[in-house]
C-alpha cells in the first residue's frame, strides 16, 4: 500500500471487495402523506448502497493497491504491517507538532490508509474521527491547506461507510472537501481533488437521494486526466465511467495509445512503493477492457 511522504502523496486503496449487484430502485414522483417515513427510510437504503458502491470504485479511482479479497488472511497481515507502521509515524510527529499543518494532514492521510484494512465498522469509525479531528485542526491553522480539506474528504467518506441516514450530509461534506481541494490546488495527489469528485459523481446516487451526475462525472475525470496525464490512476477511472455509461467505443479508440502509455508509465513509477499499484491498475486494465469486449489480437497459427 503506497504511502508517500510527499505533499502530493498517494492514498491508499479501499477494501476491494465486489457487491452484489443491487437492482435499480426508482422513487415515484406521487407518494401519498403517510408513507413519508416509510419513503425516507427506503431512500436512505439506496443511498447507503450507493455510497457502498461509491466507496469499492473510488478504491479504484484513487489508483491505488490493497486487498484483493476479504477472506485473504496472509495477505491482510503483509498489506497492514506499512499502514499501521506510518500511522504511529505520523500520529506521534501530529501530538509533537500540534501547529503543522503538514503534520496535520499528513496523520489524516495515515488515519485514512489504516481504516480502510479495517475489519468492523468500529474501528473505521474510530479512525475516521482521528482523522477527521487532525484534518479540521488543520484547516483551522490554515484554511488554504489542500491537504487538510483532501484528506478530511477522504476521511468523512470512511466514516460514511459505518452510517446509514448519517451518511447523507456526510456526502454533501465530501462534495464540499473536495471542491475546495481544487480550487486550493487542482493537481494536489495527482489531480485527487476531479478523481474523487468524478468518482463520487459518478457512482453515487442521483438526485432526488443524492448528488450522483454523469455530467459532472465526465468533466472532473475528464479534467483529472488534464491535469495529470502521467498518473495511470486518472485515465483509468475516466475508461471504468465509459464503460460503466456502455460508451465502449471511446475505450475502444484508446487501447493501443493507452498499452503503450501502461508501458512506458511502468518504466518511471517503480519501486516498492508502486508494486501493489501496478498490480491494481494491471488487473483494473484487463476488466476495462474485457467490460468493451476488446480482445487482444492472435497470431493466425494460434488459430
Known sequence: MAITNSGAGRSSKFKAQRLKKTPDLKLRCERQRNNAPADLWSGSWIL???????????????GTSGLRAA???????????RPERLYDEAKARFQKETNSVEAAWEFGRATFDLADLSTNDTQRAALAHEGI????????????????????????????????????????????SWKKTIQLDPKFDYAGGHRTLGVLYRDAPGWPTSIGSRSKARQHLQKAVELCPEYPGNRLSLFEAYAKWGEKKAVQAQV??????????????????????????????????????IVAARSPRGR
Open 48 to 62: 447507503y448502497i450507493g455510497i457502498w458502491t461509491f466507496f469499492w470504485a473510488l478504491s479504484f479511482g484513487l
Open 71 to 81: 477472506g485473504d488472511v496472509a495477505r491482510v497481515t503483509s498489506i497492514r504491517s
Open 133 to 176: 479531528d487532525a484534518c479540521r485542526h488543520g484547516v483551522r491553522l490554515d484554511p488554504e491547506s489542500a491537504g487538510a480539506h483532501y484528506y478530511l474528504g477522504l476521511n468523512y467518506g470512511q466514516l460514511a461507510q459505518t452510517k446509514l441516514l448519517g451518511a447523507i450530509k456526510l456526502v454533501d461534506s465530501m462534495e464540499e
Open 256 to 293: 493501443k495509445e493507452t498499452e503503450e502509455f501502461l508501458k512506458a508509465a511502468r518504466q518511471r513509477l517503480t519501486g516498492e512503493d508502486w508494486t501493489l499499484d501496478w498490480q491494481d491498475w494491471d488487473q483494473r486494465w484487463e476488466k476495462i477492457k474485457a467490460r468493451c469486449a
